[in-house]
């Protein structure tokens, strides 16, 4: 009935309970501390070698953090810290494949990202992305294009709302700014810097398809111009647009009271013109005299006179070029006459 007699069961229990396996046909000394010391030192993490039980300082469990180490690193609490081989940004300490094999991003040893083929920083559009970092294109990367357009930095974005009146900035900059503390140092929100090299092309702000704003206030839309200047008052004592030079002279101004200022930053009239110099009016001959519209100035080149016009008529005033008027009336007397006056003209022969 049994395979094998009782007598022989007994003794392979036996056996085994002094340390010794009972294999049928042989009987093999065991050495149960050999089969389970691991290979390499205290927290590396053991793999098949083949012939055996592998270990590598260079694959390595930090059970007191909790965190798998690659390649020695001499510091780091993460649950995850990989060293690269060395520092520079042609070896990568990391890379990530997508399921066909083709490489998507990789981290540099010399700390750079880097994406190959179609590699993003993704996040759930729904939420934000918050960045508490410094962006910068290494001066090293040059774009040699010729043709077409390309971008360093680029952000797209779409806004389509169907109700409501959100508002959506596909790019937005905020900052606080406190120098209550003694510091004087400029702080910009956008700073363009560009080195032009032989760039006669080169457009440090471009907007295209649309309107660009500056301040916060109702603009009709109908009316907008490319670029509209909202300031941040309505009396002189606060500024709309100002250009100034590098020395900080005032170039051009407009006060939010409208008026406008060339050379000043306090214009007292709707055009005040500060300086040594001249003013030049419109030039252009009689046949190229705009409608009458009253008030308006200009320079006559056919009779080199200054004229304006009263709303129905040109009138000239002055003369062009140096001398005495030259519209002066002469009087020709022939035979016996009498003048009478009040003494308008000197006496002469009749």
């Known amino acids: 009935m ?5 007598q022989k069961l007994t003794l392979t229990l036996l056996l085994l309970g002094a340390g010794a396996l009972a294999v049928w046909g042989q009987t093999t000394r065991v050495d149960a501390a050999g089969l389970v010391r691991p290979a390499g030192s205290a927290g590396n993490i053991q793999y098949n070698n083949t012939s055996g039980i592998g270990g590598s300082p260079n694959l390595h469990w930090d059970n007191s953090n909790a965190g798998l180490q690659i390649g020695q690193p001499s510091s780091g609490t993460a649950r995850l810290i990989v060293k690269g081989s060395n520092t520079n940004n042609t070896a990568f300490a990391f890379q990530g494949f997508d399921s066909g094999d083709a490489e998507r991003s990789r981290i540099t040893n010399g700390g750079y990202f880097q994406g190959s083929g179609i590699s993003r920083v993704g996040f759930d559009y729904g939420g934000l992305f918050l960045l508490d970092a410094r962006l910068q294109q290494p001066a090293t ?16 974005g779409g806004f389509a709302p169907t109700s409501g009146n959100g508002i959506a900035n596909l790019v937005e900059v905020t900052g606080t ?9 400029k702080v910009r929100m956008l700073y363009l810097a560009a080195n032009v090299v032989n760039a006669p092309n080169l457009y440090a702000l471009e907007t295209v398809g649309g309107y660009s704003l ?5 603009v009709v839309p109908e009316v907008m111009p490319r670029l509209a200047v909202v300031g941040l008052g309505n009396t002189g004592s606060t500024n709309a647009f100002g250009a100034y030079n590098t020395g900080g002279a005032p170039l051009f101004f407009v006060g939010d009271d409208g008026q406008a200022g060339i050379g000043t930053t306090a214009p007292a009239y709707a055009l005040d013109v500060t300086g040594n110099d001249a003013v030049r009016l419109p030039r252009g ?5 705009p409608a009458n519209s009253p008030g308006i100035l200009r320079y006559n080149t056919t009779d080199n006179k200054f004229e304006g016009n009263d709303g129905s008529a040109w009138v000239q005033f002055g003369a062009g070029g140096s001398g005495a008027p030259t519209d002066a009336t002469y009087l020709t007397l022939t035979g016996n006459a009498t003048l009478s006056g009040s003494g308008c003209c000197p006496p002469g022969p009749t």
Do not use: K, W
């Open 214 to 218: 500056i301040g916060d206030g109702v």
């Open 141 to 156: 990367v040059v774009s040699t294009i010729t043709s077409g357009a390309t971008a360093l930095v680029s952000f797209n």
């Open 2 to 6: 049994y395979p094998f007699p009782i």
């Open 285 to 289: 001959s009689t046949a190229q005299r």
């Open 177 to 185: 700014v406190n120098q209550s503390g003694g510091a004087n140092g």
